[in-house]
């Protein structure tokens, strides 16, 4: 099983940085892509940005030039840069990892989500 915690999330003005973070823990034997996800209330739940093993990455069109997704992968961890926050960011932000478990199984995981709120 594979668990993974995150943190970083709270309420900013507009213009201000947030920095989320997402660890993966548990019988892991390899993470692939990691990612992360918001959702708005009223909204369906979008992709945010995406790493891949190799270090490549993707973004939202809402969100280029604005955040960053980076990988640590010696600590399995996951890394939102946010910058410029602007209201239509406030949204609850999950990570998602997906991988192959110690026992040579996939698996596909999600936090349990953290509030960003960005006042304007």
């Known amino acids: 099983q594979v668990q993974l915690v995150e943190s970083g999330g709270g309420l900013v003005q507009a213009g201000e940085s947030l920095r989320l973070s997402c660890a993966a823990s548990?019988?892991?034997?390899?993470?692939?892509?990691m990612g992360w996800y918001r959702q708005a209330p009223g909204k369906q739940r979008e992709l945010v940005a995406a790493?891949?093993?190799?270090?490549?990455?993707n973004y939202a069109d809402s969100v280029k030039g604005r955040f960053t997704i980076s990988r640590e992968n010696a600590k399995n961890t996951v890394y939102l840069q946010m910058n410029s926050l602007k209201a239509d960011d406030t949204a609850v932000y999950y990570c998602?990892?997906?991988?192959?478990?110690?026992?040579?199984?996939?698996?596909?995981?999600w936090g349990q989500g953290t509030q960003v709120t960005v006042s304007s």
């Open positions: 790493i891949t093993s190799g270090r490549s990455a």
């Open positions: 548990g019988s892991i034997f390899s993470i692939n892509a």
């Open positions: 998602n990892v997906g991988g192959t478990t110690a026992w040579y199984t996939g698996f596909n995981s």
